[in-house]
C-alpha cells in the first residue's frame, strides 16, 4: 500500500488541528467563566447572610432573650448549680 501526500491533505489535517485546539480554548473559557458566576453568587449569598446578622444584631441590641435548649440531653448535665458563701 503506498500511501502519497498531497498538499491539500497536509493543509486540511493542519486546520484541523487548529481548530481542534480553538474549540477546546473555546470551551474551556466557557468553564471558566461558569465557575466565575458560581463562585460570586455563594460570595453574594454569604454576604447578604452576613449583613442580614449584622441587622439583626443591631436591633436586638441591649435586648435581653432566654434561648431554649433543644437538645435532648438530660438537663441534669447541662445545668450547674453554684452555691453562694457569705464572706467574713
Given at each position: 500500500m503506498i500511501v502519497e501526500a498531497s498538499v491539500t491533505g497536509l493543509i486540511?489535517?493542519?486546520?484541523?488541528?487548529?481548530?481542534?485546539i480553538v474549540l477546546l480554548r473555546f470551551i474551556g473559557q466557557i468553564m471558566e467563566g461558569k465557575r466565575n458566576l458560581e463562585?460570586?453568587?455563594?460570595?453574594k449569598a454569604e454576604k447578604d447572610k452576613y449583613e442580614k446578622a449584622q441587622k439583626k444584631s443591631k436591633?436586638?441590641?441591649?435586648?435581653?432573650?432566654i434561648l431554649k435548649?433543644?437538645?435532648?440531653k438530660s438537663t441534669s448535665s447541662t445545668i450547674e448549680d453554684v452555691d453562694y458563701e457569705e464572706i467574713v
Open positions: 486540511k489535517t493542519g486546520l484541523m488541528v487548529v481548530g481542534a463562585e460570586e453568587r455563594r460570595s436591633l436586638n441590641f441591649g435586648k435581653i432573650s435548649d433543644t437538645s435532648k
